[in-house]
């Protein structure tokens, strides 16, 4: 998931990723009420990739989205750069690629593969325009850029309980960590759907839609390279 810094520096981030990556599958499902996994599937059909096709999963964290993405049959590589995280992905998946990376330089040569996705750790991209221009640099034209994020519902009674579960609830278990109040904080300040669509299409996406789930704490965008 690590990738960038939010309001912290990138060091800082980096160390918060490594200490926590024991523990964070386990925030995931308390954060997402254990719906990531069903989120992450369908982030991969928007990926449209399979068998022959190539896929690298950016800032991948403990790299259940990669996983989702070898299950189809496609060559993956799980690129992030937290070696904490690293460690528990090579555990989980010991037969795929795992490399360290920084998401906004990315290691890998223009038009490298087929798609470029990322899960819930876009937010964490200290500047994300750039983030998004290496996922479409390295992917094929015609290839396909998919993020998977939380965003802040704008309607209640969902926003209402958004604002509760995030503002209130989260953060009470920061006690034992400050990644428990940095993660909240860093959803509220990623941009929602229609800035980030924008987003894409400044970083060379074109086609570029989006699906709102959850009612409206999921969205899912992607965009076709070229």
Known sequence: MAAGTGTLPADSVRAMFDRIAGVYDVMNTVMTAGLHHRWRSRAVDLARVGPGKRALDV?????DLAIELASRGTDVVGSDFSEGMLAYARAKAPGLTWEQADALALPYADNAFDAATVGFGARNFSDLG??????VRVVKPGGRVVILEITTPQKPPLSTFFSLWFDRVVPLLGRFDEAYTYLPNSVKRFPGPEPLAAELYAAGCSEVGWILTAGGIIALHHGTVG
């Open 130 to 135: 750039r983030g998004l221009r290496e996922m």
């Open 59 to 63: 800032a991948t964290g403990t790299g």
